[in-house]
């Protein structure tokens, strides 16, 4: 039996008359704010639950489960394409028949979000999960209302602060995967430079952001430092289409940022919209989410990708076992839920594949930090002292120890991006 799929107007329809009084919802933070770490912290091992405040359940059967998911789009789309491999990866490993799972697709990050939630409840879904950051507070409500049933959220912040021993925030350590894809554009910008395509002074790159949040300013950041890692001249420019899936603005930012003289693009945006016109332009890309290489095979090196199968395999089995959820999860490259997709051996650098090996083995051991603070400033001085001077980078002091941004670390401070601070060598354009 295949899966059931629900469109946003079939969930729209079943709630037409609560529909007349809805209200929106931001899509996430705005750049600049940070939960504070006391508010933040959750004190647990990552992909641990918090027991003090997660309470285990009765153990069930594989066949007792039922699964539900909102996602803000549908298979065509490459964040939510790469949740439903998440699903499926889910249902292979625990044994869960496709008429358990019901997603509902192309759901809106407003009231309809509460309505598709609580239609999943009544459908007998007894864990919920919901794929879009301005979901949540629609989320939140309805684990109030349903304390039998387990919510998940991705890339939310609000369940610790809840007490909802029903409510959890997951994401994954997507910035680790970004930055190693950031290794593979600096290892062309090098080769580019070397064959005399471009000087040093021209080694910029373009960045395609849906919004200046934090989750987008974390990503484009962690890319650009892992460029810089191995092209320490590279600067970039980010501009935004202020939408997390939109074809026709991602295709025009990025062919804008052409003009503006990059020559490598990448991305924070969910479309083959970017690298469609890179491929047009004859532009290097890096994507997201998903590999681009068919959509543009003769620019495209890598994307950042995520795998969310770790964890939905691991929230499902917490509820066959009766086990406590985590209040936040958030993995990376050592529980295999970050990746890049397969390099372009056609046209990346020379040397690449050895490279990106010590960069993810660096970061698997520890002696690699993404947001290692000797490697960027902020204002011409580092991280530290500009915490030290006080003023607006006061409130990061608690993210910053051992030399090192502590980014989505789901023990300290949650499992969602808190790095929203633009630093020296990137130009980021929230006005168009």
Not at 191 to 202: F, H, L, P, S, V
Not at 373 to 398: C, P, R, W
Request: include cysteine.
């Amino acid at each position: 039996m295949r899966k059931k799929f629900v469109s946003v107007s079939l969930a729209m329809a079943l709630c037409a008359g609560i529909l007349a009084g809805c209200r929106s919802t931001d899509n996430g933070a705005a750049a600049g704010t940070v939960a504070p770490a006391s508010e933040a912290a959750t004190g647990q091992t990552a992909g641990e639950a918090d027991t003090t405040e997660a309470s285990g359940r009765t153990p069930i059967s594989a066949a007792d489960v039922k699964v539900g998911i909102i996602y803000i789009g549908d298979e065509n789309e490459g964040y939510t394409a790469a949740h439903m491999a998440g699903i499926d990866a889910m249902q292979k490993e625990l044994g869960i028949s496709d008429d358990q799972v019901i997603e509902m697709t192309g759901i809106p990050e407003d009231e309809s979000s509460y309505d598709a939630v609580t239609d999943l409840v009544g459908q007998g879904c007894n864990i919920v999960f919901a794929n879009s950051f301005g979901q949540e507070d629609f989320v939140l409500q309805a684990a109030k209302e349903h304390p039998e049933v387990e919510f998940c959220h991705a890339t939310g912040y609000q369940a610790k602060l809840s007490g909802l021993p029903n409510m959890h925030n997951y994401f994954t350590a997507v910035y680790e995967s970004r930055y190693v894809s950031g290794v593979v554009a600096g290892m062309k910008l090098n080769e580019m430079i070397a064959d005399g395509t471009i000087t040093e002074d021209e080694a910029k790159l373009g960045y395609v952001g849906a919004y200046p949040y934090a989750e987008v300013i974390s990503g484009f950041t962690s890319f650009f430092l892992g460029v810089r890692s191995q092209c320490p001249s590279a600067t970039m420019e980010v501009k935004y289409t202020n939408s997390w899936s939109d074809m026709a603005a991602e295709n025009a930012t990025a062919s804008e940022l052409i003009s503006d003289g990059c020559v490598l693009i990448s991305q924070h945006a969910d479309t083959t919209g970017a690298p469609a016109a890179c491929e047009k332009a004859g532009v290097y890309c890096v994507g997201y989410n998903i590999d681009m290489i068919p959509t543009a095979p003769n620019e495209a090196l890598t994307s950042a990708s995520i795998d969310w199968g770790p964890y939905y395999t691991y929230a499902v089995r917490c509820l066959i076992d009766g086990a406590p959820i985590a209040t936040d999860w958030c993995q990376g490259f050592n529980d295999g839920a970050v990746k890049i997709t397969a390099l372009n051996d056609a046209i990346v650098a020379e040397g690449t594949e050895e490279k990106v090996k010590e960069a993810e083995d660096g970061i698997s051991n520890g002696t690699l930090h993404v947001f290692d603070t000797s490697t960027f400033t902020v204002g011409g001085k580092s991280l530290e002292d500009q915490i030290a001077d006080g003023g607006d980078y006061a409130k990061y002091a608690n993210y910053v120890s051992d030399g090192y941004f502590h980014e989505s670390d789901a023990a300290e401070h949650g499992c969602s991006p808190a790095f929203d601070i633009i630093i020296d060598g990137i130009d980021s354009i929230t006005e168009q």
